[in-house]
C-alpha cells in the first residue's frame, strides 16, 4: 500500500511532497477542519505511520488517528474526527471513541503529550483488533471486532499543524520476536534485597536509580543487582559519575528525580508491561503480574496499567489485613502509597461505579465513567455510587470529564451508608435525609441539611473539566476532600465505618471517570521522600564530587517557560525578547523547589512603557518538567498562590485584596522576592522588605514563579553567590531607581508606631507593621483584634484609616485601650455588640500578657470603649451622646485616640478633635484596633505622633466627618396606641401592656433628609415580632384624643391614610408587600440599637439601623409625612436620640452626601429674597489641573493644558480645586489622534485627590467616583446608567465639555453648552472633576470663562426652556399613538425586577427569543412605574384604542423577526395582553404566534382543567379542531393575568432559596380589524369591573385570524 494521503480533505488542510505531507492552514486561528485520509484502504498488519512535523501552542488537544469505513471520496468531511460517524475508530488523547462516543478511557500514550518528531500509527490486526503505535511501541489493543476494509485518518487539530507519513508497513518480524523473548524473560525475573524493592523492568532510568544507590550504599551488604547489558544509561545521567564517586544530597536527589521521571515515562511509552508494589522499610516482595505476549493478547495488555492509591495507614489498596488477595501479589508499604495491577484486581476490589444509578445516567468504560443523558435538557437524576464500600485511608478520586455551560450548580460528592442496590436513588443526593455526608458547592451537606456553609476556598461549581475530586474516610473516621490533590481538610470529625462513595451529576456537571493513578508529580514527590529516608546524607555534609558542587544548589530559572519567554544567562535572567509586541505567555518557573526559609528573589531588569499590569510572583505545587505553561499565572486553578498588583491570589482566586505594595507601580532596578517558611507561611519581599504573610498552610516543595506580565520584560534571579550583570542600558530607569512608592522611601518616617505582631488568629499585618487586615472577611466577623507596638506617649496621636469594608455584616471596626486582663460580659451587652460598629479604646495590657478576646468588649475591667456614641469603662456604659458616631464612618474615614498629659482620653474624627471622653486614664496605655464585622483593613496613617498638647485643631482642608446637627429633640406625639405611656417630656415611649397597640408618631412632620431616631431600651422576649417603622401621611393632631381606643392595633392595619413601613425585612405600602429581604431584619434588633427613618429629596424612604443607611425602601413618598413607629412584640421601650435640624444652622452645617447645603425655601413657606439668597450663591473659583497626575501627562500654560506624552493610557488628572455647586467647569478637545480607538472620559471623585494613587485608566476608580464614558455613566467602576448624552468617543477636536453639580447634588454633563440632563444623583461636596486622556484624545485646554450655568438668565436657559416644551408637547402627542419611551431608571436596580429575571432563567428559554437590548426590558413594580412617571392607561394604533400598562408584572421584550409588516404593526396595531402557561411558553416562541399548551417543567398541582387553547373548557360552539384555534386577548393584564387564564406555578429562587409563585403572560400587537371584543368568560366577578377603564362587556377581545397577532413581550409575575 503506498504511504499516502487522500487528495481530498478537510477545508484548511493544504497537501504537498507528493500528498505525504499535511499542514493546516491558518493554525493560530483556527484548531479544527484539519481532518486527512489515508489514499487507500489499510491491509492487515500494516502500520500507517505519521510523524509530528509542527506543533503550536494556542490550543488545547492535539493530534487524533483512528480508522474509519468512510470512503475519502464520497466523504462530507467533518470539522474534527470525533465528527465521524457509521463506522469510524478514533483514538483522542489517551480515549478511543466509537463514532464519536468513548469506549476506552486511559488508553496508551495521551496523544496530546507526543512532541515534535514523535511517531504515531495506527494498525488493523489480522484478528480485527485495532493497535495503536507510538514511536514502535505497540500500546495494545484499543479495540476489537473492526471491519476488513478501513481507511487510516489523522485529524491535525489542536497544537498539532503538520504531519508527514514516513510508512505504511507491517512490523518487523524479527523486531516482535525480540520483544517477546524480552518480555519472556521478564517474567520469569525476579529480585530480592533485604532493605528495598526495587521493580525490575525495562527502563533506562530504573538503572540509573540503581548505579546512584549502589554508589552510595544503599543497598545492604553493598550487594546490587547486576544490571543486564540491555540497559541504557538515561540521557540526563552525569557523564562524569565514576563509581567510587560521592554525591551530594541534592545531587543525588536531582539524579534520582531524573531516573523516576524517565521510570515513569518508559512506564507510559512500554503499554502492557506491569509491575509489583515497592515500599520503604519493608520486608515483604511484590512480584509482578505476568506480561502478555504479542499483539493477539494486547487488548489484556493494555488493560493492566498500574493504579497508584492513596493510602495513610502503609498498607497496600486492600484490607490492612490481607494484602495478598489482588493477584498482582503482595507487597508491604511502608511510604504513603501502595501500588497495584488495575487490571489485575478483581471486581471486588477494583472501585468502579455500581450498576444501579440514577434514571439518566450511562455507565461505560467498565463501570469507570458516568455520564448524564440529554445534559441540555435534565440537570438532575445523575447520582452514580462506587459498587462496594470504601476502605479506611482509601481515597476515591474522580476527574470531571464534561461541562455544559447551562444550569446552575455543578458536581456533588460525599459518602452514604445507603446500599446501592437496596436504594431508590433520588433526583439528587442531597434530598436523602439519612446517612449522607455531601460537598456541595464550597459547603457540607449532612442528611441535606448544611452543616459547614464554608468548607474550603474551593467550591465545587467552579471546577472546570480536567479538575480531579476526590474523597477519603480516615480510621478515625474523619471524612476528607481533595481537590486536585489538595487535602481541604476534615469535613466531617466522625462518618460512619461502612460508607460507600457517590457522584451526584448536577447542573453542569455531565461526565466523570473514576482516577486510580496519581500524575508523575506526585509520583516524583513521594519518591523524594523514601529516596531522603535512605540516603545516608541526610544531616551531614558530603565533599563536593567537583568544583562546580555548588551550582547544584544554586536557584535558576527552569528551561521550561512560557512560549514568548526566554532564559538566558546560564539560567539566570528571564525576558520577553518581544515585550512591546505581546503582554503575556512570560511565565518562569524555578529549576527546583524552594527549600523552607530559602528566599527567592528577583531583580526587574527591564520595563516597557506599553500595556498595564506588571511582574507576578508566587509559589505553585506544579513541576514545571511537565506543566503545560498558561498564558498567565493566574489562570491556574490548583497548587499557586501568587502576588499581583497588591493582592493574593489562590487558584485564580483573590484571597487578599490590598496586601503590600503595589507590583505595578515598580520600576527598573526594584527587587521582589518570595519565601516559604518552616511554619507553611507563604511571605513576600518588596525590596527587602518583609509585607508579612500572604497565606498559610502552603504544602512543601513548591516551586517558584515569576511571570513577567505587561509592563515587566526582564528579571534576573538576585544570588549571593555571583555578582549581578548590571542594567540593561535601555531599561525605563536608572540602576539605582528605586520606585517612590516602595516601602524603602517610608522607612526614615517620623513615627515608630506600628502594630504588634501578636494580634487576633483572624487578624493579618502587613506592609511593614502598618496594615492589619482580617482573612476570610466574608466568613469570620470577629476575632481580629490588634494592638500598637509600644505605650502611647502622653499627647501623642494613633490614628489609623479605614481602608476597606464589606457590607455582609452588621458591625465595623472596633478600636480600643484595655488596661488588663479579660472577662465575660453579660448577655444583655453582648446583644447590644451584635449588630454594633466601629469601637475605639486604650489598654494597659502588654500584648504579651493579653489573651486577644473575640472582640473587644469582652474585656470587663480596666477598659474605655467608644463604642457608636456612648463610652464604656469595663464592658459598661458610663456616658452616652458623646461627640461622634463611629457606627457612621466609612471607607475613607481616619479615627484617632491619643491621651492627654493630664490623663483624659481623646478621639480624632478626620483630623477634628471631639472633645475628652473620659478621664482618669493610667499611663502607659497601648492603642487597640478591633477589626469586627465590616471594617476588613486599616493603616496608620502619617498623621501619628506628637500633637501639641494644647489639643488645639488647626483649619483642616479636608471634609470631617459630619456630628450631630444642633437643634431640639425630636419628641413624640401627644396622640398614640392605648397601650403607650409618654415619658422624659415626650422623648421616651413605653408600652406598659399586651403585646399591640402600641403606635407612636413624631411630633411633627418631617423635613426633607431629616433623620427621625430612637434607640431601643427595653425588650420582653415573651412575645414574638419586634418593632415597625415608617412613614404616614396620617396627621395626629386630626386623630381623637387619647387614649386611641379604636385605633388599629399595629402598624400594619393601619389603612386609613398612606403609610410606608418595614416590617422585618419587608416593605409595605399600606399593609401590601411591596419588596422583600431589605437591609437588616428589625426582628434582630437587642437593647441598645438605633433605628432611623428619613424621607430624602428624592422622594424615597430610607430606614437607618445603627447609623447605617440600608439604601431606598420606598419610593413616590408623599411629602407631608410623620414619622411613625409601632412598639409591637418584643420591643416594649424606645428612646429618641434624633433631634430637628435648625432653619439657622443650615447654611453652617457640614453637607451630608445625599443633600445640599442650602435649605430649600419650600420648607416654611416663605419666600427667599434676592439679599437672604446671595451667602448661598456659588463663587467661581478657577480652575487648574492638580501637579500630581497620570505618568504620561505633561501639563504646560500654567496648568491649564494637559497633553498625554506618550501610550494610549496614563493620562489621568485631576483639578486641584473641588468644584463648587452651580459652578459649571469646562475644556476644550485640542488634539485627537486616529491611530487609537475610544477617546476621553470624565467625571468627579468625592474626595481629595493629594494622596491619590492614580491608575492606568479612569475605569479603575473604585471609590467615590462618578464616571461618565461613552454614553455611559459608572459610579465606582459600575455601570448604572446607559444613553446618556452623546457618545464621547465621537466627539470632534474643538468640542467643549462641562460639568456642573446642581444645589440638589446631581451631576450634569454639558456639551458645548448644552446641558445633557442628569447623569448621576447624590454627589458629595467638596468633589473635583477628572479627565482621562485616553485613547484617541491627546490633549485639552481648561476654558477659563465659567459662569453659574444654573439660575443664570441669557440664551441658554430660553433654549432650554424652548426645548422642554417641545418635549412635553411631543409627549402629549406620543401617548396618543405610542407607548412612551421605555426609560429605566439609571440609579435603581429593582429587586423584583431581578426576581423575576431570575425566574426567567429557570425556564431555560433560550436568548436567541429576547432582544438583545436590555434597555427595553421594563419593570412594573410600583416604585419602578412611579420612578419613570408612567400613566396607567395609553392608545396606541389607528384608529387609536386605550390599553392599560401592565402594572405588577415585568416585561421582558421580544426579538421582533424582520420582515415588511413590522414597523405597520409597532405604529397602527393595537396592544392587548395574552396570558399563558408555563408549558405552553416554548411552543408559543417556536411558531412566534399564540399556540395552546400545558406541558410545562414544573410541578404544578392539577387546578382546571386547560383546554387546547389554555384556558379552560371548549364552548359548546368552538372551532372545529382542524381550524385555527381561537384566542382570547384583552386590553388590561388585571383581566388576561386571572388564573384561569396564567395559572400559578410554584418555583424556588435560586438566589434566596425562598419559595414563589410565578405567572406568565405575554404583551401583543393586534391588527385592527382581526378580532372582536366581548364580555369576559370568567365566572366569579360579579359586576364589579376588572378594570375601570374598560367595560366587562369588552374586556375580552376573541380572534381566530391566524397572523393577526405579533408577539412584543413576555410577561412574568412573581408574588
Known sequence: MAAELHPRSGKLVGLSNSNRTARRNQPVQEFNHGLVLSKEPL?????????????????????????????????????????????????????????????????????????????????????????????????GAAASGLPAKLW????????????????????????????????????????????????????????????????????????????????????????????????????????????????????????????????????????????????????????????????????????????????????????????????????????????????????????????????????????????????????????IDKLVDKWSGSIEIGVTTHIPSNLDYPATMTNLRSGTIMMSGCGILTNGKGTRREYCEFSLDELQEGDHIGLMRKASGALHFYINGIDQGVAAAQTPGVVYGVVDLYGMAVKVTIVHNHNHSERLRRNNAIMRAMSPDVGRPRPALTPDADAAERLLFHANCGQKAAIISDGRTALRPHATDDFNHGVVLSSRPLRSNEVFQVRIDKMVDKWAGSIEIGVTTHNPAYLQLPSTMTNLRSGTWMMTGNGVMHNGTTILDEYGHNLDRLKAGDTVGVVRKEDGSLHFFVNGVAQGPAAWNVPPSVYAVVDLYGQAAQATIMDDMVDLPPLPEDSSEGPAAVSPGSPCSVLGAATD?????????????????????????????????????????????????????????????????????????????????????????????????????????????????????AIMQDGNTMRNNYGCDLDSLTSGSRIGMMRSPIGDLHYYINGVDQGVACSGLPPDVFAVIDLYGQCVQVSITSSSGPLDNSLCTSNITEKSFPIHSPGVAHRFHGKHGKNVVLLGEGCQAIRAGGYAHGIVFSAKELKVDELFEVRIDELDEQWCGSLHVGLSTLPPPELPSCPLSGFSPSLPQLRSKVTWLLCGSEVRRNGVLQRQNYGCSLDRLTVGNRVGVKRCGDDTMHVFIDGEDMGPAATAVAKNVYAVLDLYGQITAVSIVSSTLL??????????????????????????????????????????????????????????????????????????????????????????????????????????????????????????????????????????????????????????????????????????????????????????????????????????????????????????????????????????????????????????????????????????????????????????????????????????????????????????????????????????????????????????????????????????????DGYGDREENSAPAREVPRVRLSPTMRYSGLETFAPKVQFRDPRSHRCHQAQVGFQVCVRPGSYKAGPQQTPGHGGEPLDPRFSNSEIEWITKEEGGTLLYGLLVRVE
Not at 243 to 260: G, K, R, S, W, Y
Not at 350 to 357: Q, R, Y
Not at 844 to 866: K, S
Open 753 to 869: 508606631l506600628r502594630f504588634h505582631h501578636l494580634h487576633g488568629t483572624n487578624a493579618v499585618i502587613t506592609n511593614g507593621g502598618r496594615t492589619a487586615l482580617r482573612q476570610n472577611c466574608r466568613s469570620e466577623f470577629n476575632d481580629a483584634i490588634v494592638i500598637s507596638n509600644r505605650c502611647l506617649r502622653d499627647g501623642e496621636l494613633f490614628e489609623i484609616i479605614i481602608q476597606k469594608m464589606v457590607d455582609r455584616w452588621s458591625g465595623s471596626i472596633e478600636a480600643g485601650r484595655e488596661l488588663a486582663g479579660s472577662g465575660r460580659l453579660p448577655l444583655e451587652l453582648l446583644q447590644h455588640q451584635t449588630c454594633a460598629s466601629l469601637r475605639a479604646g486604650v489598654t494597659a495590657i502588654r500584648p504579651e500578657e493579653l489573651e486577644f478576646p473575640n472582640t473587644m468588649t469582652d474585656i470587663d475591667y480596666d477598659t474605655w470603649m467608644l463604642s457608636g456614641t
Open 43 to 139: 491491509r492487515d498488519r500494516d502500520v500507517f505511520t505519521v510523524r509530528i512535523d509542527k506543533k503550536v501552542n494556542s490550543w488545547s488537544g492535539s493530534i487524533e488517528i483512528g480508522v474509519t469505513t468512510l470512503d475519502p471520496a464520497l466523504l462530507d468531511f467533518p470539522s474534527s474526527a470525533t465528527g465521524l460517524k457509521g463506522g469510524s475508530w478514533i483514538v483522542s488523547g489517551c480515549s478511543v471513541l466509537r463514532d464519536g462516543r468513548s469506549v476506552l478511557e486511559e488508553y496508551g500514550r495521551d496523544l496530546d503529550q507526543l512532541a515534535e518528531g514523535d511517531r504515531v500509527g495506527i494498525q488493523r490486526s489480522s484478528r480485527g483488533e485495532l493497535h495503536l503505535w507510538v514511536n514502535g511501541q505497540d500500546c
Open 152 to 399: 487510516a485518518v489523522v485529524d491535525l487539530y489542536g497544537k498539532c499543524t503538520q504531519v508527514t507519513v514516513v510508512s505504511c508497513e507491517p512490523p518487523l518480524a524479527s523486531a516482535e520476536r525480540e520483544i517477546v523473548l524480552r518480555e519472556e524473560e521478564e517474567e520469569d525475573e525476579e529480585e530480592e534485597d533485604d532493605g528495598v524493592v526495587c521493580r525490575l523492568r525495562e527502563d533506562a532510568g530504573i538503572a540509573a536509580l540503581m548505579n546512584v544507590a549502589a554508589m552510595n550504599g544503599v543497598m545492604i551488604g553493598d550487594q546490587v543487582p547486576e544490571l543486564s547489558c540491555g540497559h541504557s544509561r538515561p540521557d540526563k545521567f552525569p557523564n562524569n559519575l565514576e563509581p567510587d564517586a560521592v554525591l551530594t544530597e541534592h545531587q543525588l536527589f536531582d539524579v534520582f528525580n531524573n531516573a523516576i521521571v524517565s521510570f515513569y515515562r518508559a512506564e507510559d511509552e512500554g503499554g502492557g508491561e506491569e509491575g509489583g508494589g515497592a515500599g520503604s522499610g519493608s520486608t515483604g516482595t511484590g512480584t509482578g503480574g505476568s506480561s502478555a505476549t504479542g499483539s493477539d493478547n494486547s487488548s489484556s495488555r493494555s488493560g493492566n496499567r498500574g493504579s497508584t492509591l492513596s493510602n495513610d495507614s502503609g498498607v497496600g489498596a486492600g484490607d490492612a489485613g490481607n494484602t495478598s488477595s489482588s493477584p498482582a501479589g503482595n507487597g508491604g508499604g511502608g511510604g504513603a502509597s501502595a501500588t497495584a495491577a488495575a487490571g489485575g484486581l478483581t471486581t471486588n476490589d477494583a472501585l468502579l461505579f455500581h450498576e444501579k444509578c440514577g434514571t439518566l445516567i450511562k455507565l461505560s468504560n467498565n463501570n469507570k465513567t458516568a455520564e448524564r443523558r440529554r445534559p441540555l435538557d435534565e440537570f438532575n437524576n445523575g447520582v452514580v455510587m462506587t459498587n462496594r464500600p470504601l476502605r479506611h485511608n482509601e481515597m476515591f478520586e474522580i476527574r
Open 1143 to 1508: 432653619e439657622d444652622a443650615e447654611g453652617v452645617k457640614v453637607p451630608s452626601l445625599s443633600s445640599g447645603s442650602c435649605s430649600e425655601g419650600e420648607d416654611d413657606g416663605t419666600p427667599v429674597t434676592e439679599a437672604e439668597s446671595e451667602p448661598c450663591a456659588p463663587v467661581p473659583t478657577a480652575m487648574a489641573f492638580l501637579e500630581n497626575h497620570g505618568k504620561n501627562i505633561q501639563l504646560s500654560n500654567q496648568k491649564l493644558t494637559a497633553a498625554r506624552v506618550s501610550s494610549y493610557n496614563q493620562g489621568l488628572l485631576v483639578t486641584a480645586q473641588p468644584l463648587n455647586q452651580q459652578q459649571l467647569f469646562q475644556f476644550q478637545i485640542d488634539r485627537l489622534n486616529p491611530s487609537w480607538t475610544s477617546s476621553l472620559s470624565l467625571g468627579v471623585i468625592g474626595h481629595s485627590p493629594d494622596r491619590l494613587n492614580f491608575p492606568s485608566t479612569a475605569c479603575c476608580l473604585k471609590r467615590s467616583a462618578w464616571l461618565l464614558q461613552r454614553d455611559s455613566v459608572f459610579h465606582n467602576s459600575l455601570k448604572i446608567c446607559e444613553n446618556y448624552g452623546p457618545n464621547l468617543d465621537t466627539c470632534p477636536e474643538g468640542t467643549v465639555l462641562g460639568l456642573l453639580v446642581d444645589a440638589n447634588s446631581c451631576l450634569h454633563l454639558y456639551v458645548n453648552g448644552m446641558d445633557q440632563g442628569v447623569a448621576a444623583q447624590d454627589i458629595p461636596s467638596p468633589c473635583y472633576p477628572f479627565i482621562d486622556l485616553y485613547g484617541q484624545c491627546e490633549q485639552v485646554t481648561i476654558v477659563t470663562n465659567n459662569v453659574p450655568a444654573v439660575g443664570g438668565e441669557g440664551g441658554d436657559a430660553r433654549c432650554q426652556c424652548d426645548m422642554e416644551k417641545a418635549d412635553m408637547v411631543d409627549g402629549i402627542k406620543e401617548s396618543v399613538c405610542w407607548t412612551p419611551p421605555p426609560e429605566v431608571n439609571p440609579n435603581k436596580s429593582c429587586e423584583y425586577q431581578a426576581l423575576c429575571s431570575r425566574f426567567k432563567d429557570l425556564l431555560t428559554i433560550p436568548d436567541g427569543y429576547f432582544s438583545e437590548d436590555a434597555k427595553y426590558n421594563l419593570c412594573y413594580c410600583e416604585s419602578c412605574h412611579k420612578l419613570r412617571g408612567d400613566e396607567a392607561y395609553y392608545k396606541r394604533g389607528e384608529p387609536p384604542r386605550d390599553y392599560a400598562l401592565p402594572f405588577g408584572w415585568c416585561c421582558f421584550a421580544l426579538r421582533i423577526k424582520p420582515h415588511c409588516e413590522v414597523s405597520t404593526a409597532l405604529k397602527k396595531w393595537h396592544i392587548a395582553y395574552h396570558g399563558t402557561s408555563v408549558g405552553a411558553l416554548r411552543r408559543t416562541l417556536d411558531h412566534s404566534q399564540l399556540l395552546p399548551g400545558t406541558s410545562s417543567i414544573f410541578s404544578v398541582a392539577p387546578a382546571k382543567a386547560e383546554g387546547p
